[in-house]
C-alpha cells in the first residue's frame, strides 16, 4: 500500500543542522511531486517546502526559505529535507506529503506518520 | 501571502446535528486549489474534500464542500462520533501553499 515513513528527528541545539528522510512506498515516487508541512506542539499545519516530481523545481516557505533544502533521492524512493540555522520556532513535527495534481484540483492524498524535532539548548 | 482565516475557531454540537465550518481567503483562491483536510489527536492530516466540492476516496457523503471566489465552506450534514477533529482548509497559489488555524469541532 501507499506509505510514507518520516525519520530523523530529534533534539537539536538552536543554530545547529538536522537531515530529515521520507521513506516512499507503494507508488512510483519518480512521478509524483513530493512536499514537507510542519506542526508546532499545540499549533496547525504550515506548509515548508514543495519539490516537483523530477526535480527541477523547489518552492519554500518564506519562513524557511534560505536555511531549509528539499530534494529527493528517486533511486532509494526517499525526500530529503535539510535543516540548518535552526531556531526555536522550527520546533514541530515534520510531516512529508505525497501531491496530485488532477483536473479536479491539486492536493495532498498521502501523508506520513511524522517526526518530531526541538530545538533546545 | 494569501491567508486564510477560518470560523469559527471552536464549534461545539452534538452527534446527529449538522455542522457548518467557514474558510474565508484574504484574496480570490481558484476552486481548484480550494482543499479540507480533517486531523484527529496524534494522528496525520486526511484528505477531504479536493477542488472545493469533490470528496476524496473513502469520505461518506455526509461530508460536503462549496463555494468559491473567497468564501468556501465545509458541511457535515448529521454528525458522526467520528467526526470530532479539527479541520483545516489549505489553498494554492503563486507557487505558496497555505493552512488555515483550523476549526476544532467538539462534542457538546
Known amino acids: 500500500q501507499v506509505q510514507l515513513v518520516e525519520s530523523g528527528g530529534g533534539v537539536v541545539q538552536p543554530g545547529r543542522s538536522l537531515r530529515l528522510s521520507c521513506a516512499a512506498s507503494?507508488?512510483?515516487?519518480?512521478?509524483?511531486?513530493m512536499h514537507w508541512v510542519r506542526q508546532a506542539p499545540g499549533k496547525g499545519l504550515e506548509w515548508v517546502a514543495v519539490?516537483?516530481?523530477?526535480?527541477?523545481?523547489?518552492y519554500y516557505a518564506y519562513s524557511v526559505e534560505g536555511r531549509f533544502t528539499i530534494s529527493r533521492d528517486s533511486s532509494k524512493n526517499t525526500l530529503y529535507l535539510q535543516m540548518n540555522s535552526l531556531r526555536a520556532e522550527d520546533t514541530a513535527v515534520y510531516y512529508c506529503?505525497?501531491?496530485?495534481?488532477?483536473?479536479?484540483?491539486?492536493?495532498?492524498?498521502?501523508w506520513g506518520q511524522g517526526t518530531l524535532v526541538t530545538v533546545s539548548s | 501571502e494569501i491567508v486564510l482565516t477560518q470560523s469559527p475557531g471552536t464549534l461545539s454540537l452534538s452527534p446527529g446535528e449538522r455542522a457548518t465550518l467557514s474558510c474565508r481567503a484574504s484574496?480570490?483562491?481558484?476552486?481548484?486549489?480550494l482543499v479540507w483536510y480533517q486531523q484527529k489527536i496524534g494522528q496525520a492530516p486526511r484528505l477531504l474534500i479536493y477542488?472545493?466540492?469533490s470528496r476524496a476516496t473513502g469520505i461518506p457523503d455526509r461530508f460536503s464542500g462549496s463555494g468559491s471566489g473567497t468564501d468556501f465552506t465545509l458541511t457535515i450534514s448529521r454528525l458522526e462520533p467520528e467526526d470530532f477533529a479539527v479541520y483545516y482548509c489549505?489553498?494554492?497559489?503563486?507557487?505558496?501553499?497555505?493552512f488555515g488555524q483550523g476549526t476544532k469541532l467538539e462534542i457538546k
Open positions: 506529503a505525497r501531491d496530485v495534481w488532477s483536473s479536479g484540483g491539486y492536493f495532498f492524498d498521502t
Open positions: 507503494g507508488f512510483t515516487f519518480s512521478t509524483y511531486g
Open positions: 519539490i516537483w516530481y523530477d526535480g527541477s523545481k523547489e
Open positions: 484574496q480570490s483562491v481558484s476552486s481548484s486549489y
Open positions: 477542488g472545493a466540492s
Open positions: 489549505q489553498q494554492y497559489g503563486m507557487s505558496q501553499h497555505t
